[in-house]
């Protein structure tokens, strides 16, 4: 058991230890209260009592109290957990739904698709300048998006490509069902500056096709779509083209158990990744691919190997190829790629124990951020973890540093991953370009040594650190995950203001401003949550059928020359504005505090959008400097989640309110208890005082040796009639409570409650609990906190 000293020490005791503590503790008080109870003599009072605790005391002061230090120190814990999230500045309302345009497979001069057709079920969006192509299953769209129109996207040009009746009927042989046995296009690329590159899933029998971008006519005859397009379209791939070569990463069989890096078309070889080797893929998904300098580099998220003592463990990648591999020798890699490598990309809230965002969801292309080649990435946490997202920068000149660092090795199928000695690195660097004036002018000329340390080292050791070494945006309060990012680096009248626009599984949108930092720390300053507004049309992509699934957010692109966003749902493609100004017009304090750079207060009393190079006199300030002076108005920036969805509370303050409710608690409690206490003993002091004799039977209002102070002559007791108090471990009139606290990451355990009979209810039991219940809610740590307080009653 826990016991308490008045000199404020507390230490765990054995029952053993902790009796034989105290009566050194009683014995130490001068015999008042050891050597009563064997010595029974005259009170101070002039009263002898078989009470030896009642006995009166020196009073002594309380003794320092650590729960407001306690409360304190869990305040702070409290505030440091994650970064603050803010809620919008503004949100839009629903009603503005009804007036973004949206496409359900409409054609010329039909308001609604033709009756008894099937519902869109869109898998890929292109935008090419002022044309939106839209891949269906079994169909190709053409739209154009001017002239802008307020009602219904509609297409030009629809190609139907189905699959014909021998694929669908193996494909069915084969068990899957019937709407799987569909073409549904999976690869929609811009092959040139008239020539559409198209790949569908064909029946479980992927295909590829050519097709004039302004007739959607075919050009030349189908080729396979192995390695190219996945047989299933629940399947993840991606795909670009570059220098006239058609880089993919898909699944190449009917299983999907053999994922690939491809490349093919163009006049170079065809390469693949090395096949079934777990060191290179472990199941991968991929999210997305970008050309940089003389690399293309492709993100995806996969189960680390090199974490296998930890069972499945999600990481998220980026590996890169050489544009100019020619593949390996007839002995080691022919056919394959002796360029490929592959790191972990580190998305984490820093801290003792760093929180990791290991999902990757979704990448941009490469944007000039503060001068800096820069990736915006939106990760998030696995799905049997706490709910959350984050927004990562990354610096691709740090992403290719990485790529020249040290290699990770598993010397053997039982060891661990460790860095390799750079003594042991072969030269010239495994990895690198080829090129004609080097030692080996194409890496066909590598010898052996070089493609045999390529084969089984593609892991990197180190992982690329995001700009900051911190998340730009992390929410943690939304039921839904964060999926999708666009991004604006030329925002506002003078293009000079970046906007971060974040969509999450559902549709609803956040869009945030950033301030990019163009010094070599690559932080960024806090981000302005702007405004929060929802992008899918119950009304015309559907209510009901197919739940979430069917209002999934599969792509978010910015259409700049109309200032405004395309969101892609299966059903549906609904065109949304990046800004809502009208809705501050007649209140300037609105409009300007609104820290839109798309917004700005024009001189006749309106709020106006202010897209890229507007000209005119107009008023905005981003800086979030105050707005006192402008006058106050009605509906001052609309409440998000000051109106919050019911059952969303920060995450701090869930923490802060718990902590301080039951620390809070403790001390009342400790307080109510001692007082109780005290008032029995002095009621009980007082009791004997009447009596005349040790042995008298008192009695409520009695006097004397007579029962009842009648009189008839003496009634001796050898037990007083009132039960024995519990004897106090104490001063008389204080009383003890332990509390202890466990604090976990999004996560409060807490015990409380008074000492019963010498022992504390809270034991140091808890400490094992404490842990146990923040790994089983996956915190990054544990904090265990305990106080043994001794509250004394006021007399």
């Not at 089984?456 to 070494?469: I, K, N, Q, R």
């Not at 800004?579 to 006749?604: E, F, H, L, T, V």
Request: with cysteine; charged share 20%; glycine share 10%.
């Amino acid at each position: 058991m826990f016991y308490y000293y008045p000199n404020g020490e507390c230490l765990w005791r054995s029952k053993g230890q902790a009796a034989a503590a105290r009566r050194r503790h009683l014995s130490a008080e001068g015999g008042t209260a050891g050597h009563a109870a064997h010595q029974p003599g005259p009170s101070p009072a002039g009263l002898t009592s078989r009470r030896p605790d009642l006995a009166m005391r020196t009073p002594r002061a309380p003794p320092p109290r650590p729960a407001p230090l306690l409360l304190l120190l869990l305040l702070g814990r409290a505030n440091g957990l994650f970064p603050e999230e803010p809620p919008p500045l503004s949100v839009a309302p629903r009603d503005y739904l009804n007036h973004y345009p949206v496409f359900v497979g409409s054609g010329p001069g039909r308001l609604t698709p033709t009756e008894g057709a099937d519902d869109l079920n869109i898998q890929r969006v292109l935008r090419v300048n002022r044309t939106l192509f839209i891949g269906d299953r079994d169909n190709l769209y053409r739209v154009e998006l001017e002239p802008p129109t307020t009602t219904e996207l509609r297409y030009q040009r629809k190609l139907t490509w189905r699959s014909n009746p021998s694929d669908i009927n193996v494909c069915r042989m084969k068990g899957k069902q019937e709407g799987e046995c569909r073409n549904f296009v999976k690869v929609l690329l811009l092959r040139d500056e008239s020539t559409l590159f198209v790949c569908g899933s064909n029946a479980f029998n992927p295909v590829c096709a050519n097709y004039s971008m302004d007739t959607l006519q075919p050009l030349g005859d189908n080729i396979s779509g192995m390695a190219r397009c996945p047989y299933d379209p629940k399947h993840a791939n991606v795909a670009l083209f570059s220098e006239g070569m058609l880089f993919t990463a898909t699944v190449t069989d009917f299983l999907a158990i053999d994922a690939v890096i491809y490349r093919s078309l163009g006049d170079r070889p065809t390469l693949r990744t090395v096949k079934h080797d777990s060191k290179w893929f472990k199941e991968p998904y991929f999210v997305h691919a970008v050309e940089w300098g003389s690399h293309i580099y492709f993100f995806f998220r996969e189960i680390a190997m090199e974490l296998n003592y930890l069972e499945k463990v999600v990481v998220s990648r980026v590996a890169r190829v050489c544009k100019n591999d020619l593949g390996g020798s007839p002995r080691v890699l022919e056919k394959q790629w002796t360029s490929f490598l592959k790191a972990r990309l580190n998305c984490s809230v820093p801290g003792d124990s760093h929180f990791y965002f290991n999902v990757l969801q979704a990448v941009t292309g490469v944007v000039s951020l503060g001068g800096r080649p820069v990736v915006l990435a939106v990760f998030s946490t696995p799905s049997n973890s706490i709910p959350g997202s984050a927004v990562c920068a990354f610096d691709m000149t740090q992403v290719a540093a990485v790529f020249e660092g040290r290699f990770r090795e598993q010397k053997s199928p039982e060891s661990i991953w460790t860095p390799v000695p750079e003594d042991q690195v072969p030269r010239p660097r495994p990895g690198c370009c080829a090129a004609p004036g080097m030692q080996y002018n194409a890496s066909s000329a590598f010898p052996d040594e070089i493609l045999n340390f390529v084969k089984t080292h593609p892991l990197m050791d180190e992982a690329v650190p995001s700009l900051g070494h911190a998340p730009w945006i992390v929410r943690t309060l939304m039921r839904h995950q964060l999926t999708r990012v666009a991004v604006d680096v030329g925002a506002g009248p003078w293009g000079n203001h970046t906007v971060v626009f974040l969509g999450s599984e559902v549709g609803t949108v956040l869009k945030f401003l950033i301030w990019p930092n163009a010094s070599t720390s690559g932080t960024t300053g806090p981000s302005v949550f702007l405004e929060e507004f929802e992008t899918y049309r119950p009304d015309r992509c559907g209510r009901s059928g197919g739940g979430e699934a069917g209002q999934r957010l599969l792509s978010l692109e910015l259409d700049t020359a109309s200032g405004g966003l395309l969101a892609a749902f299966p059903r549906c493609v609904v065109r949304v504005p990046v800004a809502r100004c009208q809705q501050y017009s007649g209140c300037m304090k609105n409009c300007i505090g609104s820290q839109d750079p798309y917004c700005g207060w024009a001189p006749d009393g309106s709020c106006i959008f202010l897209s890229s190079g507007t000209r005119g006199a107009f008023e905005q300030d981003v800086s979030g400097a105050s707005t006192a002076g402008l006058g106050d108005c009605t509906g001052l920036l609309r409440a998000s989640l000051a109106e919050e969805r019911a059952g969303l509370v920060s995450v701090n303050l869930l923490v802060t309110s718990s902590v301080a409710a039951f620390v809070v608690g403790a001390v009342v409690s400790g307080f109510s208890v001692g007082w109780y206490v005290g008032l029995r003993e002095r009621r009980a002091g007082a009791f004997l005082s009447n009596c005349t004799t040790p042995f008298s039977g008192c009695q409520p209002g009695g006097g004397g040796l007579g029962g009842g102070g009648t009189g008839e002559g003496p009634h001796l007791q050898t037990q007083p009639p009132h039960p024995p108090l519990s004897r106090p471990l104490l001063n008389p009139g204080s009383w003890r409570v332990w509390v202890c606290v466990c604090v976990c990451v999004h996560a409060v355990f807490v015990c409380k409650g008074p000492g019963r009979g010498g022992r504390c209810v809270c034991v140091r039991a808890h400490e094992g609990c404490c842990r146990r219940v923040c790994v089983s809610r996956r915190a990054t740590r544990a904090v265990y906190l305990s106080v043994c307080e001794v509250v004394a009653p006021a007399a």
